[in-house]
């Protein structure tokens, strides 16, 4: 710090600080920041439970809770016992709930993910009759359910995603026949929210709302996922169709492309490394900007809390407000019930 009578250079100028000036005319934003009611009363940013979307997996069958590895406190349940994390997110008012589903059977196709008696279809009915007022989003992709780990189908080595647009506005209409309060397309082929709009419609679904995840990258923060999800690879990789992490101007192609399309919320993923790309849509985008923090985000946190590196709650909260801060306005995030509480209490 200089001190009074002290010469020092920046790139642009030289400044001499006087001693009158320290003492009258010094900017003092601390006095905003003197006590509680001031910093609560000029904060810019909040986060909120109603802002927090909670991911659930959902498996067939009826066994017992099985415990995700790489996700401290992340478990993948059956539909009975999905129905307890549904009242706990009612009870804590979350925004809503994020299905993904665990078949019994993968084929090439990924067929279990449009059967109406699937997990995901299940879970949505018991949830809506339990909780009817709880929103429920339902993911839409076939990596879960295939056989191969793609999103799509495949010819040969190539991922064929308008062969696979039509099964995805299947899955999509299955969904929402089961009561969802949203579809979300994950794949990130070309075009696939023009055609889950239009199947959507036919069926009479025209109040569906599309959560679309437009603004996907290839990115490795979605491992712990694919364990969670039981959604590895075979072969290859998603870099075909997930977006270039070194691309920004790319989002807003991608964003305004979703928008014309008529997607109702506009996602990106993952949040805390793509701030700029958040703050970027909010800016251009004509619809709510969603962003989901994914796996790798969590469990990141979650670690270095177990190791006693970081205070969990500190971080955690403060990844969501950054997540807001930069634009989003609701958040996908495995935090969402564990910060709820912490949220009220401030
Ligand atoms: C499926 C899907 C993925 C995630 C959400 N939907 C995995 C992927 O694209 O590989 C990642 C979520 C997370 O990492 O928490 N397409
Ligand atoms: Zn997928």
């Known amino acids: 710090m200089a001190k009074p009578g002290e010469t020092f250079e920046t790139d642009r100028q030289t400044l001499e600080i006087e001693e009158r000036e320290m003492t009258e005319s010094m900017d003092r934003p601390q006095r905003l920041r003197q006590n509680a009611r001031w910093r609560a009363l000029v904060r810019e940013t909040t986060v909120q439970p109603s802002d927090l979307v909670w991911p659930l997996f959902v498996k067939a069958g009826s066994e017992r809770p099985t415990p995700v590895t790489s996700m401290p406190g992340v478990e993948q349940r059956c539909v009975d016992d999905v129905l307890e994390l549904a009242e706990r997110a009612e009870a804590l008012g979350l925004g809503g709930l994020l299905l993904f ?22 879970a949505i009915r018991a949830i809506k009759k339990a909780t009817p007022e709880l929103l429920v989003w339902a993911d839409v992709c076939l990596c879960e359910y295939t056989s191969h780990g793609h999103c799509g189908l495949l010819d ?13 506005a299947r ?22 929210v023009a055609h889950i709009r239009e199947a959507l419609d036919e069926e009479d679904f025209s109040m569906t709302p599309i959560v679309s995840y437009a603004v996907k990258y290839a990115s490795s923060l979605y491992g712990p996922f694919r364990d969670a999800a039981g959604s590895s690879l075979v072969h290859g990789d998603r870099r075909s169709h997930q977006m270039d992490p070194a691309n920004a101007r790319e989002a807003l192609r991608e964003a305004w492309l979703d928008s014309a399309e008529d997607a109702d919320v506009l996602m990106v993923k993952p949040a805390s490394y ?31 809390a177990a190791n006693g590196w970081l205070d969990e709650r500190a971080v955690a909260v403060e990844s969501l407000l950054a ?3 930069a634009g989003a306005d609701c958040i996908v995030t495995y935090f969402a019930p564990d910060v709820a509480p912490w949220l009220l209490e401030g």
Do not use: C, N
């Open 101 to 122: 589903g665990i078949p019994d059977h993968k084929d090439e196709r990924g067929s279990s993910a449009w059967d109406p008696d699937g997990p995901v279809p299940a």
């Open 156 to 168: 040969g080595e190539r991922i064929d995603g308008d062969a696979t647009l039509p099964l995805l």
């Open 171 to 192: 899955a999509a209409v299955e969904y929402a026949r089961a009561g969802a309060d949203a579809v979300a397309p994950s794949d990130m082929f070309d075009g696939r």
């Open 274 to 304: 793509y701030l700029d790309v958040i703050s970027a849509v909010r800016r251009s985008a004509d619809r709510p900007v969603a962003a989901y923090q994914v796996s790798g985000e969590y469990s990141m946190i979650k670690a270095a």
């Open 323 to 325: 997540i807001r801060r």
